[in-house]
Every structure is written in structure tokens, then in C-alpha cells.
């Protein structure tokens, strides 16, 4: 069982990684920030998405989500399409200047992140990201469970 303390230590470790997010943010190209950023990789990734299946796989409300794909879809990084299966409904997917962007962004932050951990083994950094998937999947599951939904 982990202790009160142990996790008041872990609580202030993850309140400090702002420098950290302010860096990921940075190297994510000044137009795109760090919210920018995700979005257009879960639409790159999994799209062409509905705006709603963009706020659910970020874990966020389709308000904040629509504000994001506006965003990026007034950059040129995205473009909204008409559903297939529903013509009343529209889906976002990456144009090449959003991938190309993406791409780029994420190797600046392998770059930045490779520096900073330079004295890391590479067992270390798997522990790293490991603990950290743990992380948040157990909030998922626990302090966030999924909205149920009518069978």
C-alpha cells in the first residue's frame, strides 16, 4: 500500500514537470502549443474523426476540442470533410502541411528530450514511460472512469 507521504512527494514531482510541458510546448513550433500539437496528432493518427471522437480520445469537452480543430483548420494543418456515412456531419483529417508540421515537431522534442536525458540508460526511460502509462491508465479507470453508454 502506498503511503500518504510517498504520494504527496509524487503530487509535487508531477506539479514540477511544468518546465517540462513548457518545453514540449515549445518544441512543438510556437503556432501549434502543446494542445495544438496532441489534437493533431490524434487526428493525423486515427482520423478522418468526428470533433467528438477528437474530444474523447483527448479526454476533453467537445467545446475545447472544436476550438482546437478551428484552430488548426484556420493554419491549413487540417481539413474538414463531409461524413460518408452521414452527410449532415463533418470529419477532420491532417493535410501534408499539418503532417509535415507534426513531423517536425516531434523530432524536434526527440531532439530536446535526448539532450536532457543524455545520462539516461535506455532501461531508465522505459521505466519512465512504463510508470507513467501506468499513471494514467489507473486514472482513467479509477478517478476518470469512461461515461457508460446505453446498449
Not at 502509462?133 to 489507473?138: A, Q, Y
Amino acid at each position: 500500500m502506498t503511503t500518504t507521504a510517498v504520494v504527496e512527494d509524487l503530487i509535487r514531482s508531477l506539479y514540477q514537470l511544468g518546465l517540462v510541458h513548457r518545453e514540449i510546448a515549445r518544441h512543438a513550433l510556437a503556432e501549434l502549443g502543446s494542445q495544438g500539437f496532441t489534437a493533431l496528432a490524434v487526428i493525423a493518427k486515427y482520423g478522418p474523426l468526428r470533433i467528438g471522437d477528437v474530444a474523447e480520445r483527448l479526454s476533453i469537452d467537445v467545446s475545447v476540442a472544436s476550438r482546437q480543430v478551428a484552430a488548426l483548420e484556420s493554419s491549413g494543418y487540417i481539413v474538414r470533410e463531409p461524413d460518408e456515412h452521414d452527410r449532415r456531419a463533418r470529419r477532420v483529417s491532417a493535410t501534408e502541411t499539418g503532417t509535415r508540421v507534426l513531423k517536425e515537431s516531434h523530432r524536434r522534442m526527440v531532439e530536446a528530450f535526448s539532450t536532457a536525458m543524455a545520462g539516461w540508460e535506455d532501461d531508465e526511460v522505459a521505466a519512465l514511460s512504463r510508470g507513467l502509462d501506468r499513471l494514467r491508465e489507473d486514472f482513467r479507470h479509477t478517478v476518470a472512469p469512461p461515461k457508460e453508454t446505453a446498449v
